[in-house]
């Protein structure tokens, strides 16, 4: 039997015609878009073609958007540019956020820890799906304060929103795109400086932009409207599953099962068990699904994203992510289902 990949919310296959556009531009588009001579035109040319077909389906201007090489980096630039600039004033946050968002905040001077008071708070941040649980995750809403928003789940899995924040960042390889693209886009006199000096980006970040990858991205663009269609369809499959697990024992459980959750993602609380065991087991048996756990200096932590739901260390690390590719049919989730519970049952 072929392996099955169930850990999309890690990353997905580039698609097909993304890797095309990709190849194509390591050949074709390889100049450097800030040159002054036709080669570097051309490469210019392309890469703010990419630009409108990547604002156009955010609903933004395309002046509005930075290219950076991914989202780790978007937060980054981010949060430590608004620091620089308000950092004087509280931050406010969801303790359960990506690290690529909570690494940076270790430098501002303080951070409240969502849902909190919101008083005197002046920036927010707020993912909009969560990794690990699929959890949804409405703005805070303070008047006056900056809002950013963490997109790189939801890109591709649910339409995304931008009414309620003033920058947001998407990552291309969560959504067909390639690895090393990602966006940011900010409202524009945002008080934001930038790190990275340079030319590039209306001087917002410098360094030559990687072109194959951004036209890669903008590709990638083009099937977003197929895409959140087949991960809609995803939701029954992903629900199919969490009845089948929940019916084989008492002890098991969907963490945010009665929350608003992408369509694709399903975090099993498996009590009584390892995750990590139950994923190698399923590793070895052809299927690939990731823990509620990641690997830090070698020792495998719990995972703060679920512990911050109020779920204790042992609970933490009974957990495993399934996250379903837009294509996956039924015959796989039957075939993963079939194969979990005879592990469970050793
Ligand atoms: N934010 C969230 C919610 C994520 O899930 C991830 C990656 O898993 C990131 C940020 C970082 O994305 P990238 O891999 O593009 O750096």
Request: charged content about 20%; hydrophobic content about 40%; proline content about 8%.
């Amino acid at each position: 039997m072929p392996r099955l990949y169930f850990d999309a919310n890690a990353t997905v296959p580039p698609l097909p015609s993304v890797v095309a556009t990709v190849a194509e531009a390591l050949v074709e588009g390889w100049a450097n878009p800030t040159s002054i001579h036709r080669e570097g035109q051309r490469a210019r040319h392309l890469l703010e073609e990419a630009r409108d077909v990547i604002a156009q389906s955010l609903g933004v201007y395309p002046s509005e958007l930075v290219f950076c090489s991914s989202a780790t980096e978007a937060l980054h630039q981010m949060i430590w540019g608004l620091r620089i600039a308000v950092g004087n004033k509280p931050a406010a946050v969801f303790p359960g956020e990506h690290s690529a968002c909570l690494n940076p905040l270790k430098e501002w001077p303080k951070v409240r820890w969502l849902p909190c008071a919101l008083e005197e708070v002046a920036t927010i941040i707020q993912m909009a799906a969560n990794n690990e649980t699929g959890i949804l995750y409405k703005m805070p809403q303070l008047p006056g304060s900056l809002r950013l928003k963490d997109c790189a789940q939801a890109w591709g899995k649910i339409p995304v929103d931008l009414s309620d924040c003033d920058a947001a960042v998407f990552s291309a390889h969560k959504m067909g795109g390639p690895r090393g693209a990602a966006v940011l886009w900010m409202q524009p006199h945002l008080p934001w400086l930038p790190l990275m000096e340079g030319p590039q980006e209306r001087r917002r970040r410098g360094g030559t932009e990687d072109l194959p990858a951004i036209l890669g991205l903008a590709e990638a663009v083009r099937f977003l409207p197929e895409r959140l269609e087949q991960n809609a369809h995803l939701e029954s499959l992903r629900n199919h599953l969490e009845t089948e697990v929940l019916a084989w024992s008492p002890d098991y459980s969907v963490i945010g099962k009665d929350q608003p959750r992408l369509p694709n993602t399903s975090a099993l609380l498996l009590r009584g068990h390892s995750g990590e065991s139950v994923q190698i087991a399923l590793d070895l048996a052809g299927f690939a699904v990731s823990t509620g756990s990641a690997c830090h200096s070698g020792a495998t932590q719990p995972s703060h994203a679920i512990m911050a739901l109020g779920y204790g260390e042992d609970e933490a690390r009974s957990v495993i992510r399934v996250s379903l590719l837009p294509e996956t049919k039924e015959a796989a989730v039957e075939a993963l289902a079939t194969a979990l519970k005879g592990i469970l049952k050793r």
